[in-house]
């Protein structure tokens, strides 16, 4: 990684370590390019890879058919961070 990319990744992990709301939070995220506007994962915010993969993937459940997707995370390969988690139809942040 060169050093301008590091320093922007540790400036931005500062300001989201800052932020008082989730709001203020998705701002951020969305503005320094770590997710889309439905909060689907595009990079790490750990390491700042666009290396990311659908992981612990859980089918079925209660009233849901088996074989149906009901939720999984988004995980960082080359880190491990869980970028996001979808669910039902949605991201989560
Ligand atoms: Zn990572």
């Not at 050093?3 to 008082?20: A, M």
């Not at 997710?35 to 689907?40: A, L, N, Q």
């Not at 700042?48 to 079925?60: F, I, K, R």
């Amino acid at each position: 990684m060169k050093i301008i990319d590091l320093l922007k990744l540790k400036y931005h992990n500062f300001r989201l370590r800052h932020t008082k709301t989730i709001e203020q939070e998705y701002i951020l995220l969305l503005k320094y390019g770590y997710i889309e506007k439905d909060c689907s994962p595009i990079k790490c915010t750990k390491c700042g890879s666009t290396n990311l993969e659908d992981m612990h993937e859980e089918y079925g459940g209660y009233n849901i058919p088996d074989g149906v997707l009901c939720e999984f995370d988004e995980v960082c390969t080359d880190c491990g961070n869980v970028c996001g988690h979808w669910a039902y139809g949605g991201w989560n942040l």
